[in-house]
């Protein structure tokens, strides 16, 4: 019988020093953490750390080669220099993502600001929204009206329905009290669908459900439903506009953070080309003076 018999075992991993193992052990590191960044795949990961950058100089060699203590140093701000450079990439990326947030909500928050503005007039008008007016013939809301609104809408759709698919917006097909109500119209004969607004004293339109059928109008009319409809979107867009503003708020206090490791790093690259110096190795000079100064920016 062969093969281990033993139910446990120890593993040694044995390091001689003044020679590859620590590269090798330090290359492994590097590997594993790269590992660990992919199968972690959390949603704030942006980018993770190039292993393949990790290729020995001639003078690295021979430094390791020598056991000069300082190797390990340089291993160590090594590591610490390539956290902190992704570190700040990300941090870049973030504050991108930020200064494009920013823009939408102040975009929303101007639009939302005109809405309200607007839909605030229209609904000081909504007293006159017990009147119908159908080609010129201005109507109480009664059975007699939503009959004529029922007809001179089908008759607008008839108008404008063709063999041929299209989209046709017809305007003022009648009016309730101070709002003229108009249409749009997507299709064709057979095949459509239809969209009501409503445009008032203030000129911005809305969307609103208009029902089909003159008895459905009739109710339509008599619950005023278009006065609610103004009332729920005036109250909607006031809590938009509170949301935005606050969001807006909060974006900016974060764009106004600097980066966090920025002293850490310049201090970290700093120790690194004195170590770089002290080995004798060929350091990247101009490289080093950028990010210096992209920090320093920061």
Not at 190 to 213: C, E, I, R, T, W
Request: hydrophobic share 40%; glycine share 8%.
């Amino acid at each position: 019988m062969g093969g281990n018999l033993n139910k446990e075992v120890c593993i040694y991993r044995y390091v001689t020093e003044s020679t590859f193992d620590a590269y090798m052990w330090q290359t492994l590191e590097r590997k594993a953490g790269f590992i660990a960044q992919v199968m972690e795949g959390t949603g704030e990961m942006r980018c993770v750390e190039d292993v393949t950058s990790q290729a020995l100089s001639f003078a690295e060699v021979k430094a390791i080669a020598s056991g000069n203590p300082l190797v390990i140093e340089k291993a160590g701000i090594d590591a610490e220099v390539a956290k902190i450079a992704s570190l700040m990439t990300v941090w870049r990326d973030e504050q991108r993502r930020l200064s494009d947030n920013a823009a939408n909500c102040a975009d929303s928050i101007a639009f939302l600001g005109r809405r309200v503005a607007a839909l605030e007039v229209d609904a000081e008008t909504t007293g006159s929204l017990g009147v119908v007016t159908v080609a010129g013939n201005v109507m109480d809301v009664s059975e007699k009206a939503a009959k004529a609104v029922m007809s001179m809408v089908s008759a607008a759709k008839a108008a404008v329905l063709t063999e041929k698919h299209r989209v046709t917006k017809n305007d003022n097909v009648f009016a309730i009290g101070d709002f003229g109500i108009g249409f749009v119209c997507q299709g064709r004969i057979g095949n459509a669908s239809y969209g009501y607004y409503a445009v008032g004293k203030s000129g911005m339109s809305f969307d609103f459900s208009l029902p089909y059928g003159a008895e459905n109008i009739m109710t339509f009319l008599q619950a005023r439903t278009l006065e609610k409809e103004i009332l729920d979107k005036l109250e909607k867009s006031h809590e938009s506009l509170k949301r935005y503003q606050i969001e807006l708020t909060n974006v900016q206090r974060e764009l106004q953070k600097p980066f966090e490791y920025a002293e850490r790093f310049i201090a970290a690259l700093q120790k690194q080309e004195e170590i770089d110096a002290s080995l004798g190795l060929m350091s990247d000079d101009v490289s080093a003076l950028q990010m210096t100064e992209e920090t320093a920016e920061a």
